[in-house]
């Protein structure tokens, strides 16, 4: 096999985990395949381990049941925060209340924080459900996103306030990649902090109702961390 | 009850005894089948059959004719051995009547 060809199946071999690479590519080293035969097998097996993935209701989940719903919501939040903003620290926007409402400075920062919190906890969620499906997650997060960005219409708001969720986001899951563990009581105080918020919220009439779909990454977090915690309580007994 | 493929793995791999490893497997699936195994069909199913208990693997050293890349040793455990002689078994009883068995194989009298 040429050098050049042998570079283009080594590339599509990235598409597999290290281990497998190594395996995989030994194996059509040692076998001496021609470059076509060996790219069609190396795709062949990434394709498959891929299939196997989605067999699972984890990149489900994360992809349609957090990465799309989310997007629509936290851009909601997020230009709902800056809308707010507009209105209470740039006096030419007061009158313009279609999103915001009444809040002040209080819910300001009550939306400010739940809007990390969300975007953190859904972030940090889909990391840990989809780390092998993150392309999908991430593509179905984005299509909202561009979605959106191209009918933006508010006139006194930059296109980009719908984006204000999107760095705690990659925190959050830039966290779950490294292989960070939320213990459990931070997750509860994540999980209950959030809550409150959100009942603090509720109960000023200053949010909307599809938002509560974003508090279950929190409390995902918190049966997470328990059954981490019992797992390894029952590793010690047994030992 | 183990599928084709899943039987023709592990009989390769008991037949290789201590020399199976993925690459070897898949050519004695080859040369003994006469048809092209993939590395796709073969990975996966080495997974499966692990999973299940019927194999296990570990990796094996590197070697100049594969480039310096790491082998994936297998072998059949004993559960393996078990499942592939109940396939074996139930493959020579329903094929003692067709005719083209291989000179009428005698199992015993009929349960």
């Known amino acids: 096999m040429t050098t050049a060809a042998w570079r283009i199946v080594e590339t599509a071999a990235l598409l597999l985990e290290p281990g497998e690479r190594e395996v995989a590519l030994g194996d059509l080293t040692e076998a001496n395949e021609g470059s076509l035969r060996a790219l069609r097998e190396v795709l062949g097996l990434a394709?498959?381990?891929?299939?196997?993935?989605?067999k699972s209701w984890k990149p489900w989940v994360a992809g349609f049941g957090?990465?799309?719903?989310?997007?629509?919501?936290?851009?909601?939040?997020s230009v709902s925060v800056s809308s707010t903003y507009e209105r209470l620290f740039d006096a030419r926007n007061f009158g313009a209340c279609a999103w915001t409402g009444n809040e002040g400075y209080g819910l300001l920062l009550c939306h400010v924080l739940l809007l990390a919190g969300w975007s953190w906890t859904s972030g940090f969620v889909l990391g840990t459900l989809s780390r092998r499906t993150l392309w999908a997650s991430i593509l179905l997060a984005v299509l909202p996103c561009l979605f959106c960005f191209v009918r933006f219409r508010i006139a006194f708001l930059s296109k980009y306030s719908l984006f204000l969720f999107v760095a705690p986001g990659i925190v959050g899951l830039w966290r779950a990649?490294?292989?960070?563990?939320?213990?459990?009581?931070l997750a509860l105080l994540l999980a209950g902090s959030v809550t409150v918020l959100m009942m603090?919220?509720?109960?000023?009439?200053?949010?909307?109702?599809?938002?509560?779909?974003?508090?279950?990454?929190?409390?995902?977090?918190?049966?997470?961390?328990?059954t981490r915690t019992l797992k390894s309580a029952g590793c010690r007994v047994r030992k | 009850m183990l599928g084709e493929f899943?039987?023709?793995l592990i009989t390769a791999a008991a037949g290789l005894g201590q020399n199976a490893y993925g690459a070897a497997i898949r050519e004695e699936i080859e040369v003994t089948t006469g048809r092209k195994c993939s590395i796709g069909a073969l990975y996966t199913t080495i997974d499966r059959l692990e999973t299940k208990g019927l194999l296990k693997t570990w990796m094996g050293e590197a070697t100049p004719t594969r480039g310096g890349r790491?082998?994936?040793?297998?072998?059949?455990?004993a559960k393996g051995a078990q499942a592939a002689k109940d396939f074996y078994t139930a493959v020579a009883r329903v094929s003692r009547h067709a005719a083209w068995a291989a000179g009428g194989v005698k199992l015993g009298s009929r349960a």
């Open chain 1, 47 to 54: 394709v498959r381990r891929q299939a196997n993935v989605w």
């Open chain 1, 177 to 185: 990649l490294r292989g960070v563990k939320v213990k459990s009581s």
């Open chain 2, 6 to 8: 899943e039987y023709l």
């Open chain 1, 200 to 226: 603090v919220a509720e109960s000023k009439e200053a949010l909307w109702i599809l938002n509560w779909a974003l508090v279950w990454p929190a409390w995902y977090l918190v049966a997470e961390a328990k």
């Open chain 1, 66 to 77: 957090l990465a799309l719903p989310a997007s629509f919501l936290l851009m909601g939040a």
């Open chain 2, 70 to 77: 790491a082998k994936r040793m297998v072998r059949v455990t």
